[in-house]
């Protein structure tokens, strides 16, 4: 009863874990080009010692992003940009280098180019681009050239990581990575458009649900186990 216990107490755990993951994504349903998350799990078998009977338990060994582009959806904004393809554009962090693909932008006090987050936009060479006061003819061709009244301005650096599983989430729009990513070069700017998150309500309201039902399954399982855990031993008591 002690291992069935505890193979539970673990799966009771993961679901946890799991019901976390995705109520993060329905938070971030409405949060521009958000990308869903998902655990990954694999069962340990547990030994304590050879003669011991051994225990499965499944513990969740990674979380991974499912990097499938959301829809477009016009916004008329000059400033905003989608992306259409696999890359992303950089954004200067606090710590360095970051990524992103939310591309509702806007002007900061020094006229520079920033995201939702206010993160300074860079250009090709990693700098922040600036846009000239009182410009209010931006064009932005779909390979990031950023043109206006008096011609180019600066370009918007696009990059994408030759293997997504690498790709770390930093909150809800940001990315890294450990391998540095190369020129995305098939990856098309849009401009005056967004791109929404990938996320489906109704999936993840599902998921959400069959998790809480198989928890209360589980826990009534628990307390089964415990109420005979406690008769045995009461009867042992009693032979006593």
């Known amino acids: ?21 995705t109520a993060n994504n329905m938070a971030n349903m409405t949060t521009p080009a958000y990308k869903r998350q998902k655990l990954l799990f694999r069962e340990y078998v547990l030994q304590n010692t050879p003669e011991a009977e051994p225990i499965k ?21 000059l400033l905003d940009i989608a992306l259409d393809g696999k890359g992303f554009f950089s954004v200067q962090g ?14 900061n006090s020094t006229h520079q180019l920033v995201d939702m987050s206010g993160a300074p936009v860079l250009n090709e060479g990693g ?8 410009e209010n003819a931006l064009t932005i061709a779909s390979n990031g050239s950023i043109a206006g009244s008096t011609g180019e ?15 770390i989430p930093v909150g809800a729009t940001h990315y890294t990575s450990d391998i540095p990513p190369v020129s995305a070069t098939e990856t098309k700017v849009v401009q005056g458009a967004v791109e929404n998150s990938n ?15 198989q928890y209360q399954d589980n826990q009534k399982i628990i307390e089964t186990t415990h109420d005979l855990t406690l008769k045995a031993i009461s009867r042992i008591g009693t032979v006593a």
């Open 1 to 21: 009863m002690e291992n069935a216990s505890i193979a539970i107490l673990s799966t009771q755990a993961a679901l946890m874990r799991q019901l976390d993951v």
């Open 57 to 77: 338990v499944a513990l969740d060994y990674a979380t991974t992003l499912d990097m499938t582009q959301g829809a477009l959806t016009r916004t008329g904004n």
């Open 94 to 107: 606090t710590d360095g280098k970051l990524y992103s693909r939310a591309g509702n932008l806007s002007l």
């Open 127 to 134: 700098q922040p681009i600036t846009i000239p006061e009182g």
């Open 153 to 167: 301005i600066g370009r918007i650096g696009l990059f994408e990581f030759t293997n997504e599983e690498t790709v």
């Open 199 to 213: 996320i489906e309500p109704i999936t993840e309201m599902t998921s959400i649900l069959n998790m809480q039902r």
